[in-house]
């Protein structure tokens, strides 16, 4: 397999509560890619597009690049949130500046919160108690 042929990506991996993104941005003008269909088909209306395409706005590359993307687990928006953190950290790779513009927006900074677990004896949520009688 020659190598000339293959096109050099930059990859990054994001992650929201149980959702991983696997992204590897490409230089080139095609429509981003998730799970083999167009982002558009994925996360349909003006609010999710707004939302993946914040790291090529702050970078100022948004018809520069173009992203193939896998992700699993989660949810819609786990998912979304897994997809902007790789494609930050992505962009990240390619130029210190683009570092520190995504830094200060906050987009390379994995979202740690998470569900909270379910306590034992309790009622059927984290925090719920069994009320006490006052008399």
Known sequence: MAESNKKK????IGRRKEAIARVRVLEG????????RP???VFPGLLFQ????????????????TATIKVEGGGVYSQLGAIVHGLSRSLAQ????????????????R??????????GQGGR???KKQSPKR
Do not use: C, W
């Open 9 to 12: 990506g930059y990859q990054g």
């Open 111 to 120: 979202d740690a919160r998470v569900k909270e677990r379910r306590k034992m």
């Open 50 to 65: 707004k939302a993946y395409q914040k790291p090529f706005e702050v970078t100022k590359t948004l018809g520069k690049y």
């Open 126 to 128: 984290a925090r719920a």
């Open 94 to 109: 390619i130029d210190q500046e683009h570092r520190s513009l995504l830094k200060v927006q906050g987009l390379l900074t």
């Open 39 to 41: 982002i558009n088909e």
């Open 29 to 36: 003008n095609s429509p981003v890619l998730v799970n083999n």
